[in-house]
């Protein structure tokens, strides 16, 4: 059978071809369809399996390569997998090794960069968002594919020096050796070596004019590219010259009204009687200076307040109480009252409270290959989706919504709060703080066993108590409610739905978080936004939080509109920008809000709207006149070495802390999440399969029960029956064996939650799972017999 000469091995480029490959003994050697790509010798029965069965593969990074004789030779890697080859002929057989020595000295050192890369960090955090950082990667590829094709070029001068020592020693043999019967055996070997130093040069040649081609293209575009920059700086320099001149244009226009008699600049409120011009100017106070809040074309414009609305006195802020439908004292009180609300007297009392951990085990650094486990999986369900604990962190589902308790201050103060709108402000800066944790955390929480619980008691240190628990898990829910000594309970239940689209990872959450406060009887209600994680396959993760949030309160109907605007690199906005109104039950703006969910939040008020020019988009946007942003939140630094513990804030690295006397189904006491934590990844593995395998056992004998339940007296359950249910089920969720603790099935649960019912709420009209009390009293006792043994 003619078969067409293959091409000469060039390093990078897939190799095919035809072998001879043993068996065993009956069929000896059987012909394969051999492919070598990317370090990895895979082989087929025929060219058509390609596309869909890969009949064995073996890394060359870990291989072996030994010459039995002129067309056998050996690939192993040390006894699991080793392939006795034989090649058509001796020609044959020398571009095959030529090929695999070339594609093993690439695969060792692709091995050791991947090794290396987890010690590698950003000098600097991408302030600027991620535009810059991804034509950076563009270079630094660039760089590395140059780099690649030198270590090519030395890989296959070291083989032609290798085969050249070997050809010269072949000649000088040659040379001293007297015509006889060893002649024809020198003469082979010669011819064979020389064939090699012929094949190894000419990969050589390919190598080299590879190099130069790219080389050559890629300073076209580099050229192009600094042309581009060069350009765009120009431009940017000639944008910032016009906006300073209309600066200059505008503060001067701003100087000249200022000067003009607020009769002349605004006589409907003259005409009431409430404001006077003279005399006004020495009541002015430094304090009540004026600053443009931050800016969203798509939405809003704010700009500078009136200078009438702080010149002031007691007897006349009727004249705007009456325009604002906030209180008389609700202008400068609110305003200070929203920037610094002292705590109450009695939080000042000392009592001895205990120490908190501030560290925990560094992070080891282990490979693993991501594609390996993520190509098989793009849009599946991530429940479905069989994940080590390579990608998690030490803290589970639950643990993570206790973390939305870091910021509670902002809830004391809102319990303190005179006005609802005021009180608004403070849920909403509370709802965005939730998501500052997330900006560095790319690990996946451990999935919540069902009847999994966790406790977040900081009574005595912050005035307020919580707990979770793992309500079901087709699908997965998880509710928490916490309660504060201040006047604050909260209470969310949360269903997390996520696909992988292959390079980034959506996470949707269901479900809706609610706030109630005891003095006033305000019930705020709102639900979270889409977060993303990018980068999964190629590239430094990062996490992005897009989507609106509407706060309502339900009582007055007060509402909050939240938008976190999804990064673009074609964006002048800063990254992870946030912006929101706060409006009553009419519509009327009162407070803008604005910054970053990562860093901080704003607030000005609201003393007049308008509206403005149309957008881009042809929508005509409010013009907001506001007094000055005052600051309402601020992210908390995280500790110290935080980027070796999983960039847990200082919350965290408390919640997976040793407890007395908590429950037995608490997540502390997860076997898997604590050697995990302790930096036992390989045991945190088999842990948690057992888990796992636990789980499922339980949750059959649920469905036996259920089947025994469902039956009437009269019909006997037979143990083929019950036997039959779980091989279906079990059948159900063959392709998920291996998933953590998230084996899929159509059964539901059959579970009762032990410490949360399920209630209609009659004030929001959802119905979710309510904390219907016990857990409290029952860990005062030390009572835990009515808990299931889940670990």
């Known amino acids: ?166 050809l010269q020693r072949s000649l000088s043999e040659l040379e001293g050796l007297r015509v006889g019967g060893d002649m024809g055996e020198k003469i082979r070997q010669v011819t064979e070596r020389a064939t090699l130093f012929r094949i190894t040069s000419n990969a050589m040649i390919n190598a080299c004019r590879d190099f130069l081609s790219l080389a050559q293209n890629h300073s076209k575009r580099w050229q192009k590219a600094l042309q581009a920059e060069r350009d765009q700086r120009i431009r940017l320099e000639e944008t910032l010259e016009q906006l300073a001149k209309q600066h200059n244009h505008l503060e001067r226009a701003f100087r000249g009204a ?189 999935n919540p066993l069902l009847g999994e619980t966790f406790e977040l008691d900081r009574l005595r240190e912050c005035g307020y108590r919580s707990l979770c628990e793992q309500v079901s898990h087709h699908p997965p829910a998880a509710a928490h409610h916490a309660a504060s000594e201040k006047g604050w309970s909260l209470r969310q239940e949360i269903t997390l739905a996520s696909k992988f689209r292959g390079k980034y990872l959506s996470i949707m959450p269901l479900g809706s978080i609610q706030c109630l406060f005891e003095k006033s009887n305000n019930h705020y209600s709102w639900k979270k936004v889409t977060t993303t994680v990018h980068n999964i396959i190629v590239g430094k993760l990062w996490i992005d939080q897009s989507g609106e949030i509407d706060v309502v309160n339900h009582r007055t109907g007060d509402r909050c509109h939240l938008k976190f605007a999804p990064y673009s690199y074609f964006s002048r906005d800063v990254p992870r920008k946030v912006t929101g109104v706060v409006t009553d039950k009419d519509g009327k703006a009162h407070y803008v809000l604005s910054g970053t969910w990562d860093e901080k939040m704003e607030f000005s008020r609201v003393m007049q709207s308008s509206k403005g020019e149309n957008g881009t988009e042809g929508k005509q946007r409010t013009v907001y006149q506001t007094l000055k942003a005052k600051e309402i939140w601020k992210k908390n630094p995280l500790p110290e070495g935080a980027e070796n513990m999983y960039y847990f804030s200082s919350l965290a690295l408390t919640l997976n802390e040793p407890e007395e006397g908590i429950a037995p189904t608490d997540s502390r006491r997860r076997p898997d999440q604590r050697l995990m934590e302790d930096g036992r990844w390989d045991e945190a593995n088999a842990e948690k399969q057992r888990l796992e395998e636990k789980q499922r056992t339980a949750r059959r004998e649920r469905e036996r029960e259920a089947v025994k339940a469902v039956n009437s007296p009269e019909e006997a359950v037979t143990e083929d029956s019950i036997n039959d249910s779980a091989l279906k089920t079990d059948a159900g969720e063959a392709g998920t064996q291996a998933s953590e603790v998230s084996d899929e099935s159509a059964h539901p649960d059959n579970y009762q939650a032990l410490w949360f019912e399920k209630l209609d709420d009659p004030v929001s009209g959802e119905t979710l799972h309510v904390y219907k009390g016990g857990y409290w009293e029952a860990k005062d006792q030390g009572n835990w017999d009515m808990c299931p043994d889940i670990f």
Not at 18 to 24: A, D, V
Not at 39 to 56: D, F, I, K, P, V
């Open 1 to 166: 059978m003619s078969e067409s000469k293959p091409p000469t091995p060039t390093p990078g480029d897939t190799y095919k071809g035809w072998l001879f490959k043993w068996t065993n003994y009956i069929k000896g050697y059987q012909r394969r369809w051999f492919v070598l790509s990317n370090g990895l010798l895979s082989y087929y029965r025929t060219q058509a399996e390609m596309g869909h069965t890969c009949r064995g593969t073996i890394n060359l990074a870990t291989a072996n390569i030994a010459v039995e004789d002129s067309c056998n030779f050996v690939i192993s890697n040390g006894g699991a997998q080793t392939y006795h080859l034989k090649a058509s002929s001796e020609v044959e057989r020398q571009r095959w090794i030529t090929a695999l020595e070339l594609a093993k000295a690439k695969a060792v050192r692709m091995q050791a960069e991947s090794d290396d890369s987890g010690d590698e960090c950003p000098a600097m955090p991408p302030t600027s968002g991620q535009g810059g950082g991804g034509r950076n990667s563009e270079v630094q590829s660039t760089l590395r594919t140059l780099g690649s094709k030198v270590e090519d070029l030395t890989t296959c001068n070291d083989l032609i020096v290798k085969h050249g020592s070997a």
């Open 258 to 446: 200022t000067v003009l008699p607020s009769s002349f600049s605004n006589p409907a409120l003259a005409n009431k009687g409430g404001v006077s011009g003279k005399g006004d100017a020495s009541d002015e106070d430094d304090d009540n200076e004026f600053f443009d809040a931050m800016e969203d074309p798509a939405e809003f414009i704010t700009v500078p307040a009136d200078p009438k609305y702080h010149r002031r006195s007691g007897s006349n802020v009727s004249g705007i109480s009456s325009e604002t439908g906030m209180d008389d004292q609700s202008v400068n009180f609110d305003e200070l009252s929203l920037a610094s609300n002292p705590d109450s007297p009695q939080s000042l009392e000392l009592e001895p409270v205990r120490q908190r951990r501030t560290r925990i085990p560094d992070k080891p650094n282990y490979y693993l290959n991501l594609w390996s486990i993520m190509k098989n999986c793009i849009g599946k369900e991530l429940s479905k989706i069989p994940m080590p604990v390579n990608f998690n962190e030490p803290l589970s589902m639950l643990q993570r919504l206790s973390e939305d308790l870091e910021y509670y201050e902002l809830l004391d103060k809102a319990a303190k709060c005179q006005s609802s709108l005021e009180q608004m402000c403070y849920v909403a800066a509370f709802t965005v703080s939730s998501y500052s944790t997330t900006v560095h955390r790319t690990g996946k929480p451990f």
